[in-house]
């Protein structure tokens, strides 16, 4: 992706006010937000950097907020802690985006190494068992636990049908592109994910779904490179229907966690209205999580990259217009008074946000 690192001084409030040219008249939101700690003073941000949906310099690239300088970062818009102290991510629907993406995101992404070295870099993010490279990883699996609650998603969309249509991506095992390695035969390396945690709900429903989704490791243009999605709570990804109480309300609390233990993904999904859901699914092989073969996935699955954790807001609902079932057409100016007031944003809360090495599975 084609980024730059914002350089943050100590003086947030001057630099979220410069944030603000262009975008529009700073709400009471907005103004009680600068008043507010940043959240690396409540949360531990010391491994994460975070892509926010802002050029501060206008030079055309999205910017990035170091692990050094998101210690004292905050956007009154986009990334702060609201009056109980809970970390906000919002990403408009329209506004700039990383170069090998059509969606917003206010998101942050785990940096193991620091930021002295590439994000892509080995020390950076975590590997399988099986990797021939493991040893040279920062670690072999991880562990990321949230606690949230999806405040917000868009209200419109001109292909209300296509399945990432009023949806957010709340978490994210993300694949390290890596073109070297692929070469060498170690492994596909297309910098898919393994893991898309999804909260959706149609704008005439009362609640919403939460499915997470697993992409086959196939490179961009190998037509059966979609998302096998897995329901939790409410419809699967491509049901339209009504979830009714099943399914979870904006502003309902819900919990994750994700656990890489060698080779194998473990997923606990709860909250208090349903109690638990678990997953399992093998990273190193092409077995989906019902435990049958996709013989259309890679059959080494994710084994020669490596991955790292993404948690906040990755909004789904794309502007752009194409065929593809990945763009809805959601409506934006681009001028986040306007797209605020128009419902055409999502927003997302998290209570709690950890990190950890991987722990060993209880059975």
Known sequence: MNLKKILVPCNIIVLSAIALQGCGTMDDVSKQALTLPAPAEKFDLSQWKINTPTDTDNDGIVD???VKAIQTYQHPDFFYLDAEGNMVFVAPNKAITSVNS???????HHML????????????????????????????????????????????????EKPTAFSVVVGQVHAVQDKTRREEGEGYGWGNEPLKIYYKK???????????????????????????????????WLDMNNPG???????????YEVNVYENTMYLTFTTARHGTVNYEINLTNNIDAYGKVDELDYPKGYTGEGNHFKAG?????????????????CPGTGDWATDKANGDYTQVTFMRLVTAIAKTPEN
């Open 245 to 255: 109480e099943q399914g979870i309300a904006l502003n309902e609390a819900f919990s």
């Open 64 to 66: 990035e907020i170091g």
């Open 102 to 108: 059509t969606n917003t995101r206010s998101e942050l």
């Open 202 to 236: 149609f704008p005439n429903h009362e609640y919403g779904s939460v499915f997470w989704n697993y992409e086959r490791n196939l490179e961009k243009n190998n037509p059966d490179r979609i998302d096998i999605s897995y329901p939790v709570w409410g419809k699967p």
């Open 313 to 329: 807001a990755y909004n789904q609902c794309s502007t752009k217009d194409d065929p593809s079932f990945r763009y809805p057409a």
């Open 113 to 160: 190494g620091g930021e002295k070295v590439k994000s892509r870099a080995f020390s950076n993010n975590f590997a399988l068992k099986s990797n021939r490279r493991a040893n040279e990883f920062s670690q072999v699996g991880g562990n990321l636990q949230a606690t949230l609650k999806v405040n917000h998603v868009s209200k419109r969309a001109k292909y209300s």
